[in-house]
């Protein structure tokens, strides 16, 4: 029997939102703030994890399950830095969701008034065993998502190759 690891994210990614803030003589300045966004958006970032993401053995032996809080830092290039757990669930599954984190390709950096700027983001990822030959992620099957089409789609993307 093998068993698949099942990731509901719960991220969502604002796309614009307007802030308003008093400078030091009392004026009211708005600032355009636009959220970073993974290529492709959110269902693209859904896919990725769903294919890079692993179950490690040791926590398969266990049956351990849970979610993993990642916080991570969308640097003004789109670079992913400081992946961190911020809630974890057991040292392997911690490691295992860290590493896709950090693996994750550059995303479209968040801007504040048309400029670049760094962004800390969390998302969290939830692992549970489900035994693969009853129950295939019935949510992604649903959507056509499975683990080799997800990769496909991924290595066929510009944004994968650096292009």
């Not at 300045?29 to 959220?35: A, E, F, L």
Request: hydrophobic share 40%; charged share 25%.
């Amino acid at each position: 029997m093998r068993f698949s690891v099942v990731l509901f994210l719960l991220a969502t990614v604002s796309i614009s939102l307007s802030a308003q803030t008093k400078n030091i003589n009392g004026k009211e300045n708005k600032d355009t703030i636009v959220m970073p966004q993974y290529p492709g958006g959110h269902e693209e970032m859904i896919e990725f994890l769903f294919a890079e993401t692993n179950y490690p053995d040791e926590a398969y032996e266990k049956k351990e399950k849970g979610e993993v809080l990642v916080g991570f830092t969308v640097e003004a290039d789109g670079y992913i830095s400081m992946a961190q757990v911020l809630k974890g669930v057991s040292p392997s599954l911690d490691a295992e969701a860290v590493r896709v984190v950090r693996s994750m390709p550059k995303w479209i950096p968040g801007t504040r008034n048309g400029r670049p700027v760094r962004a800390e983001l969390s998302i969290p990822i939830n692992f549970k065993l489900i035994l693969k030959n009853n129950y295939y992620n019935a949510k992604a099957l649903e959507n056509g998502i499975t683990k080799p089409t997800a990769r496909e789609k991924r290595r066929a993307a510009r944004w994968w190759s650096g292009e």
